[in-house]
């Protein structure tokens, strides 16, 4: 603890200098690394996604089930940040068991006023705010409106018509489609359009178009676009009208929303796209959709990352026939919009310096306001458990393949049913992995590391009152580390292999994808100093970009898997690397690659939050190895950097020629 508090202390005349480093960047549209995109731009659970633009923003939201729904913001429609909870953890009705929560959601701008719908238990709701950060009110239900011979359902959308009418996409059940006219209070006017006629039953007694859900509806061109999805296996079906009207007659016959003949859709990671929102237009002339598809390649093997937030352009032809292209593996042109700084969505560092909760994290079903708190103890975030059987969890989704999540946890078990620290579950509920403080049968202090029926434990040495954690994951290998001074860590047993967490499960995973975070269970609250998503000073995939232009992955014959393709121009992102702050005393001056080549190599510059328009912090020199598997490593002074930031690797050297292939990388700070 002394020799932390010492490098704060020396640390802070150094940020003094490095201020520039540690503001947000506004990114030039025409970086390189803004020109071009690949999907997801929402990695980890985003279900049955809306889109809503206001003005030049773009908001996002939609199922979240049991996890606490966000709100997402976007200038760019590829940058995306978390802004609001609009639902309260601490509303009665939320409940708290895998697949149950909010279903549906979309937030819109109506009256002067923003509006968030959704439903709970087959029951509409709304809150309102003055802003779309809120705070929002507690919900108000929307009354079944006796005009319409079913209730309002799940999965609704809302549409806001250019004369100030709004309407309520409603789903109820496989046979029931419906669109509801809405008054300024967000209850039914008593107009209804009831397109039960949409998804009748076939000779063999099957819905023709499965279950028509999700439905959005959208205008262009003085037609009104009404899209579905079959199901969540896959397809998304769209029709249009001169009208909104109940009048099976003025209505196109349903076709496919997407491109499914695109000569690449067999290879597409990301298949079947369904539950898409409603289009929109950019004043460019270009449109856009999200939606949200599981990742259903090599065996659905991360399928339980959930249903991705992707984006995909929209077109129209001369006759006003819509289609959106297939989310195939290739680089997007970006639409022409400005980033404003907004960084990759992964999960941020939090220090909880802070008088609320960032609204990324969600809470785990409901939870009282008060088993949470950021002002009993300044700069650190009080979680307590809901019961001594029930924990109480704030949770992240769980975006990616590799990364290194850090705590510091201050806490005091009393017996092995009292654990605090970081936690990897699944959607359903029922697997965890974890990296925890307990006690054992022998009511000595220990840290475990766990998993199923996998556990390490070893005894808790340490003076310190608080104690370090670590969780990497490699794919699907995970490593515990347990450290008293977040320099010198020391690993927990072995490691664990979480295929089981990351593949298909039955129940669609409780409908969500797995979740990573911070729990406390037993009878003693704990307290957290930090959380981490990924740390500089770990081990970085360069398998795992999060966005990246020209490259691709090699796997050799010994399992070890390169970024490889690598030329002139080329680029990759690795998003959200923590370097160090006063909280976590650490500023990185050296960067460690490990790469192989078999021509002369060339040249990995390094560049924060985008490419010519962030800041270079070095240039690493890549030279032949004697072979692809042959890997060796390079190093390169950086500039001295703090923050969290998206580290961009842009590639130089001769034009034509690949020029080397990544291994991993990580950062070497002057404090280790």
């Given at each position: 603890m002394t020799q932390i508090k010492s490098m704060k202390y020396k640390i802070a005349t150094i940020l003094i200098g490095l201020s520039s480093l540690l503001q947000p960047l506004t990114a030039d549209a025409q970086s390189p690394s803004f020109k071009t995109f690949m999907n997801p731009v929402i990695p980890g659970d985003h279900s049955d996604c809306t889109l809503t633009k206001v003005g030049s923003h773009f908001y996002t939201t939609g199922s979240s089930f049991n996890p606490t729904p966000v709100i997402y913001h976007s200038t760019d429609m590829i940058h995306w940040e978390a802004i609001a909870q609009p639902v309260s953890a601490d509303w009665p009705l939320y409940g708290d068991g895998a697949s149950g929560g909010c279903w549906g959601g979309q937030m819109v701008f109506y009256n002067n006023q923003y509006w968030d719908f959704f439903s709970r238990a087959n029951t509409m709701y709304f809150v309102t705010a003055d802003k779309p950060e809120g705070p929002w009110t507690m919900p108000t239900k929307v009354n079944n409106p006796t005009q319409l011979p079913y209730g309002l359902g799940y999965d609704n959308s809302i549409f806001i018509d250019d004369d100030g009418k709004w309407y309520m996409m409603v789903k109820n059940g496989q046979s029931n489609n419906g669109i509801v006219e809405l008054d300024k209070t967000g209850q039914a006017t008593g107009v209804v359009y009831d397109l039960k006629w949409l998804n009748p039953q076939n000779n063999d007694g099957q819905t023709v178009f499965s279950w028509a859900e999700g439905p959005v509806m959208w205008k262009h061109n003085g037609y009104y676009y009404y899209s579905f999805a079959r199901d969540v296996s896959g397809g998304q079906k769209v029709m249009r009208s001169k009208t909104i009207t109940a009048d099976q007659t003025a209505w196109t016959t349903p076709v496919n929303m997407f491109n499914e003949n695109d000569p690449n859709k067999s290879k597409a990671i990301f298949s079947g796209p369904n539950h898409a929102s409603a289009v929109v237009d950019l004043p460019d002339g270009t449109s856009w959709l999200l939606h949200p598809v599981w990742s259903r390649a090599n065996n659905d093997e991360w399928y339980g990352q959930?249903?991705?937030?992707?984006?995909?352009?929209?077109?129209?032809?001369?006759?006003n026939n819509v289609v959106a292209e297939y989310p195939v593996n290739m680089p997007n042109n970006a639409p022409l919009l400005?980033?404003?700084?907004?960084?990759?969505?992964?999960?941020?560092?939090?220090?909880?310096?802070?008088?609320?909760?960032?609204?990324?994290?969600?809470?785990?079903?409901?939870?009282?306001?008060?088993?949470?708190?950021?002002?009993?103890?300044?700069?650190?975030?009080?979680?307590?458990?809901?019961?001594?059987?029930?924990?109480?969890?704030?949770?992240?989704?769980?975006?990616?393949?590799?990364?290194?999540?850090?705590?510091?946890?201050?806490?005091?078990?009393?017996?092995?049913?009292?654990?605090?620290?970081?936690?990897?579950?699944?959607?359903?509920?029922?697997?965890?992995?974890?990296?925890?403080?307990?006690?054992?049968?022998?009511?000595?202090?220990?840290?475990?590391?766990?998993?199923?029926?996998?556990?390490?434990?070893?005894t808790n040495t340490s003076t310190e009152k608080a104690v370090?954690?670590?969780?990497?994951?490699?794919?699907?290998?995970?490593?515990?580390?347990?450290?008293?001074?977040?320099?010198?860590?020391?690993?927990?047993?072995?490691?664990?292999?979480?295929?089981?967490?990351?593949?298909?499960?039955?129940?669609?995973?409780?409908?969500?994808?797995?979740?990573?975070?911070?729990?406390?269970?037993?009878?003693?609250?704990?307290?957290?100093?930090?959380?981490?998503?990924?740390?500089?000073?770990?081990?970085?995939?360069?398998?795992?970009?999060?966005?990246?232009?020209?490259?691709?992955?090699?796997?050799?014959a010994d399992g070890v898997t390169l970024l490889d393709d690598i030329h002139s121009n080329d680029w990759a992102l690795y998003a959200g690397v923590e370097f160090g702050s006063k909280d976590y005393p650490?500023?990185?001056?050296?960067?460690?690659?490990?790469?192989?080549?078999?021509?002369?190599?060339?040249?990995?510059?390094?560049?924060?939050?985008?490419?010519?328009?962030?800041?270079?912090?070095?240039?690493?020199?890549?030279?032949?190895?004697?072979?692809?598997?042959?890997?060796?490593?390079?190093?390169?002074?950086?500039?001295?950097?703090?923050?969290?930031?998206?580290?961009?690797?842009?590639?130089?050297?001769?034009?034509?020629?690949?020029?080397?292939?990544?291994?991993?990388?990580?950062?070497?700070?002057?404090?280790?």
């Open positions: 959930g249903r991705q937030g992707l984006i995909n352009q929209v077109k129209y032809d001369a006759e400005p980033s404003s700084g907004i960084s990759w969505m992964v999960p941020t560092s939090d220090f909880f310096s802070t008088d609320k909760l960032h609204p990324e994290w969600s809470f785990l079903g409901y939870t009282p306001s008060s088993l949470t708190s950021l002002s009993a103890r300044p700069g650190w975030l009080r979680l307590s458990p809901k019961n001594s059987a029930k924990a109480n969890t704030v949770i992240k989704t769980d975006p990616e393949h590799n990364y290194s999540l850090i705590t510091r946890l201050d806490f005091k078990p009393d017996s092995a049913s009292d654990e605090a620290g970081l936690r990897l579950m699944n959607g359903m509920e029922t697997l965890f992995a974890k990296v925890y403080c307990t006690t054992n049968s022998k009511a000595d202090k220990v840290i475990c590391f766990s998993y199923d029926k996998t556990h390490y434990e070893v370090w954690l670590k969780l990497e994951r490699t794919n699907h290998e995970l490593s515990g580390f347990y450290s008293t001074d977040g320099v010198k860590w020391i690993v927990i047993g072995e490691k664990i292999n979480v295929t089981a967490l990351d593949r298909f499960t039955r129940n669609y995973n409780g409908w969500c994808g797995n979740r990573q975070g911070l729990y406390v269970q037993g009878r003693n609250y704990a307290d957290f100093d930090l959380y981490i998503y990924r740390d500089a000073y770990s081990t970085i995939l360069a398998e795992c970009p999060a966005n990246q232009f020209g490259t691709q992955r090699t796997d050799l650490k500023i990185s001056t050296k960067i460690t690659i490990s790469a192989s080549s078999i021509t002369k190599g060339g040249k990995v510059e390094v560049w924060l939050d985008s490419i010519n328009a962030g800041t270079k912090i070095a240039t690493c020199k890549i030279s032949n190895t004697g072979g692809i598997s042959r890997v060796r490593k390079f190093s390169s002074k950086t500039t001295p950097t703090t923050g969290r930031h998206d580290v961009y690797l842009k590639f130089r050297g001769s034009h034509g020629e690949k020029l080397f292939a990544l291994k991993d990388f990580n950062f070497i700070s002057s404090g280790n």
